[in-house]
């Protein structure tokens, strides 16, 4: 599997910061859709959803690219920004919006692609650029640190197109579960930087090579650390490290089919991978995931593919959010018990696909019609929501419900 093209090709290119309030469009209807096994025999059924909880940015603001799933409950975290303030934003179940200012300042230029989590009891963690910042909603205070720069990645750094070596931006966080450490995944590194809460320092987890590149990070609820490897020598995505609780034992490497994301399972592991997933147990052994025979789209950020409450896996796919078993012993059972949820309708454009990538579609829609957009993000909160950014070039959200 070729790698994707280097990740400064993934920087938004505008966008310094300013503090607008969301334009809450919509909170009514008849609840979210039942997730997972409520949905009974589906047989591979496609489900026209509508949206409920729906919100929208004003004018300004960038395309929504990070979204985090209320952890305790119905809700939805995410941030943006314009050329004045970044904020933290969220929709609660009542409709309601928050949004807090983090970060500020002209000069920044803030890239699309982060690492963004948010754990309970309301702590937001958000990785950006070379930035970390914790926001505690309860108080509305937020505290930044400057990463220190990783161990480089030359094989990495020569996919560089322009500009300077050496530069290394987050692409995915992850906080552990008792809240002690913050792991950091960055470009064109061959670490991933280690952040100490309680005593505000950094340390480094070296990869198995230099030319080995962090794409990804998780934590498993027993503090086992995951992290997916994209080779740049090899050109290949196909394993990924296991660090145990505290770095305890020797760090692990599992040969996957696919290494292009990593996210936690729970208990039983790691769901590694996006098109060609695998189940990494904490031990380090690997087994394949039947997925339905439709290609999954690699997210631009965060996890491709998400744990529902009940155990099923969800991505995002060109005909919406597919919903599958995440133990099925073949495709054709993960096919017969998969649900794809298609996005509301809306008036097409002559292209208004997600950021997903591909080519435009053949013949492309009438402007007179109605399409169905792709999702550019998707996750899904505590009590099963799935919480979707359309693709239409917008900064809107909204919960798929019926």
Not at 158 to 171: A, E, I, M, T
Request: aromatic share 6%.
């Amino acid at each position: 599997m070729s790698l994707r093209g280097g990740d400064l090709v993934r920087v938004r290119g505008i966008v310094g910061v300013s503090s607008v309030l969301l334009l809450l469009l919509a909170a009514a209807g008849c609840g979210h859709v039942p997730s997972g096994k409520s949905h009974g025999h589906r047989h591979g059924t496609v489900f026209q959803a509508s949206a409920q909880d729906s919100a929208t940015l004003p004018q300004g603001y960038g395309p929504i690219t990070s979204l985090a799933g209320d952890p305790d409950g119905s809700g939805v975290w995410f941030w943006d920004d314009t050329k004045s303030n970044l904020s933290i934003f969220r929709v609660d179940s009542q409709g309601t919006v928050k949004s807090w200012p983090v970060l500020s300042g002209a000069a920044n230029q803030f890239q699309a692609i982060s690492g963004f989590t948010v754990t309970s009891p309301g702590m937001a963690w958000l990785g950006i650029n070379s930035t970390l910042t914790r926001l505690d909603t309860n108080s509305g205070s937020a505290q930044t640190w400057q990463i220190p720069a990783p161990a480089d990645n030359p094989a990495a750094e020569s996919y560089v197109p322009q500009g300077p070596k050496g530069q290394h931006l987050v692409q995915g966080i992850a906080v552990a579960p008792d809240g002690s450490h913050v792991a950091i995944a960055m470009s064109n590194a061959s670490s991933v930087e280690l952040f100490d809460v309680s005593a505000g320092t950094f340390t480094q987890i070296a990869m198995p090579a230099t030319s080995d590149d962090p794409e990804a990070v998780a934590y498993n609820p027993d503090g086992t650390l995951g992290i997916a490897l994209a080779n740049y020598t090899t050109h290949r995505e196909d394993s990924a490290l296991i660090v145990g609780p505290g770095g305890a034992g020797s760090p692990a490497v599992v040969p996957v089919a696919d290494s292009s994301s990593v996210t936690s399972d729970g208990t039983s592991g790691f769901i590694v991978g996006s098109s060609h997933p695998s189940l990494v147990t904490t031990a380090g052994t690997a087994t394949p995931i039947a997925v339905p025979p439709t290609p999954l789209f690699p997210a631009q950020t965060g996890s491709a593919i998400t744990v529902m409450p009940d155990g099923d896996l969800a991505a995002t796919t060109s005909a919406g959010v597919l919903e599958f078993p995440a133990n099925a012993s073949s495709v054709a059972s993960a096919t017969s018990a998969s649900l794809t949820l298609q996005l509301p309708a809306e008036q097409c454009q002559r292209y208004a696909g997600s950021g997903a990538g591909g080519p435009p579609p053949t013949p492309q829609p009438s402007p007179t019609g109605l399409c169905h957009p792709e999702a550019d993000a998707m996750t899904v909160d505590g009590a099963g929501g799935v919480w979707v950014v359309p693709g239409t070039g917008g900064a809107s959200v909204e919960r798929l419900g019926s």
